[in-house]
């Protein structure tokens, strides 16, 4: 039995208490049970199964020789950040459910627990429940990943399967969200795309084994999109999905992530509310594909215990998180090719020509809405080239990257 210290008992803490508490049995049959001997918080929680858990001063735990694994679901990177070194410098490890901590000290805090000779594990930052990154340091350690392409976010995902399906606006999904708690008060780091450009830099960190920091991802959100666009979609027999992506071509490494159309072939396509979906191409393996639960109180709960076993049972030595501190850029988006779908106004009829003039062969899409057309480009552009096409052509309305 390994007793464990949980920081923070508010949405994910608390589910890592239920999680070890509704497996106990389970998990001392495999040999890695795990008891909850402290929970520090501010808050009082009277009534509650672990009330005489509670704690509010975290020397209690850090001068605990008995606490060899702590998990952080704090949030934040004040005082999460600082209850982490302490720990790890002691020689405790810690597992977070923490995206923001990781994205920015990840790397840093790998090496401190390298150095003490315990872990830094950080399964459920990225994908909530499902297992991807010990997927990728682990299962596919001997691939050379080339690209990954993914849905990981499940607020945007859900307001765009509402959008789709309803054909409702922006808005009004937005506050459905909010109402059962999908979306957070402030939305903004969901429907802005920092949370997946956040989880995007956390992978392409673990497949470049370099430092990829977040404001080096090319990040637009999904605020901008209407029900004309998923009309359009819909002519296409596509799908608007928030992609994060990290990708290569030629020697550069790209990450980016923006709303996107893609097709119902692509295994994305059936990704629907809050899931989360990861395609992952590998030179030896090529395409696999990892779906489940990308958020919620006991899929990220799970993920974080998950964590805590691999650390109870490797007290003393140091699981490697696949995060170094060498220093990783990513090229500016202008070079990367890809497709776009553009709406402009006019007649198809009269504008086809001077269209695909511009921006090659494609295929034409009109009466979706009133005088205006849109064109699928069929060969890939390279994004300043596009930019470029566009400022030039009149009557551009929007576009839309395709996948």
Do not use: W
Not at 96 to 101: G, I, R, Y
Not at 276 to 290: E, P, Q, R
Not at 292 to 305: H, L, N, Q, W, Y
């Amino acid at each position: 039995m390994t007793n464990i210290a949980i920081l923070g008992y508010g949405t994910v803490g608390s589910g890592v208490a239920e999680v070890i508490g509704t497996n106990a049995e389970l998990l001392k049959k495999r040999g890695t049970g795990l008891y909850v001997k402290y929970i520090l918080d501010l808050r009082e929680f009277p009534g509650d199964p672990y009330e005489d858990r509670v704690i509010h001063d975290f020397d209690t735990i850090l001068d605990d020789p008995e606490i060899k694994v702590i998990c952080e679901t704090m949030g934040g990177t004040g005082a999460a950040y600082k209850f982490t070194t302490l720990a790890l410098e002691k020689g405790i490890s810690v597992c977070t459910s923490n995206k923001e901590l990781v994205e920015l000290h990840g790397a840093e805090l790998s090496r401190i627990a390298k150095e003490h000779h315990c872990s830094y594990l950080f399964e459920a930052s990225v994908g909530g429940g499902i297992p991807l990154i010990r997927t990728i340091v682990q299962g596919l350690a001997a691939e050379k990943v080339e690209r990954i392409c993914g849905i990981l976010n499940g607020t945007t995902n859900f307001i765009l399967t509402k959008m789709a399906k309803e054909g409702a606006e922006f808005d009004a999904v937005l506050a459905e969200a909010q109402e059962h708690g999908y979306a957070e008060k402030d939305p903004t780091a969901d429907i802005e795309g920092h949370d997946a450009g956040r989880k995007i830099a956390i992978l392409a960190s673990l497949v470049t084994g370099q430092n990829i920091a977040f404001p080096d991802v090319h990040t637009e959100g999904i605020t901008k999109l209407t029900p004309v666009d998923f009309a359009y979609a819909k002519a296409l027999g596509m799908q608007i999905k928030l992609i994060a992506l990290y990708d290569t071509q030629g020697d550069k490494h790209y990450g980016i992530v923006s709303p996107r159309l893609i097709g119902e072939e692509s295994p994305l396509s059936c990704v629907q509310g809050v899931f989360n979906g990861v395609l992952i191409h590998s030179n030896m393996l090529d395409d696999s594909m990892y779906y489940g639960r990308g958020a919620g109180r006991k899929a990220t709960a799970s993920a974080v215990v998950g964590d805590a076993i691999a650390a109870a049972a490797s007290i003393g030595t140091t699981i490697d998180s696949g995060l170094t501190e060498e220093l990783g850029d990513l090229a500016e988006i202008g070079t990367y090719r890809q497709r776009y779908f553009v709406r402009l106004k006019g007649s198809k009829s009269v504008r086809k020509e001077e269209v695909e003039a511009a921006l090659g062969k494609g295929s034409i899409v009109f009466d979706v809405a009133k005088d205006e057309f849109g064109f699928l480009m069929k060969e890939e552009m390279e994004e300043a080239a596009f930019m470029q096409k566009t400022e030039q052509l009149q009557g551009v309305i929007d576009y839309i990257r395709v996948l």
